[in-house]
């Protein structure tokens, strides 16, 4: 039998003796969860809904074979809650939520186990919009979209928009360059010498946009014939991974993997600016936030810098299309610039800055829904008017 057990703050007041839920859903001011259980199929999966103030929860779907029940409800809290702030500050009217689905990605895959799980996320009415996350193929995808029209960053045959890295590329370009403007003067990066960290999708389609430009760039990848194969596209040179952090460059842009501003490296860094499309490259937020300062080195936040991939998807919701991608990225530009600013002008790290302007634009917009229109929550409508169309 399948049944979705829906917890919010209206219904039970009590957590549990082992993980006070309750504590945790108020403590971060999350909406909603919602477990759902399908034993006969194997789905074990948690939706948490972090916050709709600005529009439906949008956020992808994670398969990760975590070692508890808890570890899994954490990552969804937490994760679900970035969602918010990368939503708010990329100025989209949409709400902060994910997906987790307990199990092994590389041996618990089922058609029924996605399906199923699509009919819980169908439930929630647009509520909450899933797409594609680690542990996730385009396949799964495809059967969660058979069962709910809820979900978007679904292939271009589908209708989707596909493909989201030359739009978080086209982002991070904008990004590195509004750094630019505010370490030298000028936003060009004729001549500046970028360290790219990692030569995949993201790292590709940014160095070809600074390469164009006229940037010197740097490539590192643990498979050196990817850092090769694009070296020889962009005109780079081919560096050791483990010698990119130290480079004598005026730009580290990381485009691999997270956690990568740590102890170890911090020292090594001799860049003006950080700006790259890895998520979650501050190890320690906080800690390595402020030593980031103290050095005086200008920090692009990553969620900001690499919500390219968020605003593509966010256009299935209007009807796709790619230069209006494109547009809505650009903005990324002005966007770290404020931030720097917010930054400078407050003494706080840039990616304080970022959550404090983010909260800010959830409680000013949120604000305006006491004005009555018949219109009622545009976002949602657009949404549902294109989503239902599509199938
Ligand atoms: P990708 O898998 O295409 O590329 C990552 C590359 O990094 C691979 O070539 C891999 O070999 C390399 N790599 C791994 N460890 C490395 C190391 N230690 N040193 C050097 N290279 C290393 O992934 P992608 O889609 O280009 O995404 C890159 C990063 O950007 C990821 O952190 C991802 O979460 C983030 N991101 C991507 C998007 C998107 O639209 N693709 C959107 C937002 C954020």
Not at 80 to 92: E, H, P
Request: negative net charge; proline residues 3%.
């Amino acid at each position: 039998m399948t049944e979705a057990l829906t917890l919010d703050k209206q219904k039970t007041k009590k957590g549990t003796a082992d993980f006070p839920i309750f504590d945790a859903l108020a403590s971060r001011e999350h909406e909603q969860i919602v477990i759902c259980s399908d034993p006969e199929n194997g789905l074990k999966a948690i939706i948490a809904i972090h916050d709709t103030t600005l529009g439906p929860a949008l956020g992808g779907t994670r398969m990760w074979n975590y070692n508890s029940e808890e570890e899994a409800l954490r990552d969804v809290l937490r994760l679900s809650r970035g969602m918010t702030y990368k939503a708010a500050i990329s100025g989209l009217n949409l709400g902060g939520g994910k997906a987790v689905i307990i199990g092994d990605p590389h041996k618990d895959k089922n058609e029924a186990l996605f399906r199923s799980f699509g009919r819980f996320v169908d439930g929630l009415n647009g509520r909450y919009i899933t797409a594609e996350d680690v542990g996730m193929e385009e396949r799964d995808m495809e059967w969660v979209f058979s069962e709910t029209k809820y979900v978007t960053g679904i292939p271009k045959s589908l209708g989707g928009s596909g493909d989201p890295s030359p739009v978080t590329a086209f982002g991070v370009y904008m990004g590195a360059k509004a750094c630019a403007k505010k370490a030298y003067g000028s936003d060009s990066l004729e001549g500046k010498k970028i360290a790219l960290q990692g030569a995949g999708h993201v790292a590709t389609y940014f160095a070809r946009h600074a390469a164009k430009e006229g940037a010197k760039l740097y490539v590192s990848d643990i498979y050196e014939d990817k850092a090769n194969e694009l070296a020889k596209e962009v005109g780079a040179k081919v560096v050791d991974p483990d010698s990119i952090y130290g480079l004598d460059v005026d730009i580290y842009t990381p485009c691999a993997l997270g956690g990568v501003i740590n102890d170890d490296t911090m020292d090594q860094f001799k860049c003006d600016i950080i700006a790259g499309g890895a998520n979650n490259v501050l190890e320690d937020e906080d800690k390595h936030g402020k030593e980031l300062v103290k050095r005086g080195i200008i920090y692009a936040p990553d969620y900001v810098i690499n919500a390219g991939g968020l605003i593509n998807v966010s256009g299935e919701l209007e009807g796709y299309n790619e230069e209006r991608a494109h547009k809505k990225a650009e903005r990324i530009y002005d966007t770290i610039l404020d931030i720097l600013k917010y930054s400078e002008e407050n003494d706080v790290p840039s990616h304080v800055a970022s959550n404090i302007l983010a909260e800010q634009r959830i409680a000013k917009v949120g604000k305006i829904h006491t004005v009555y229109s018949s219109k009622g929550h545009f976002s949602g409508r657009a949404g549902e008017m294109y989503l239902s169309d599509r199938r």
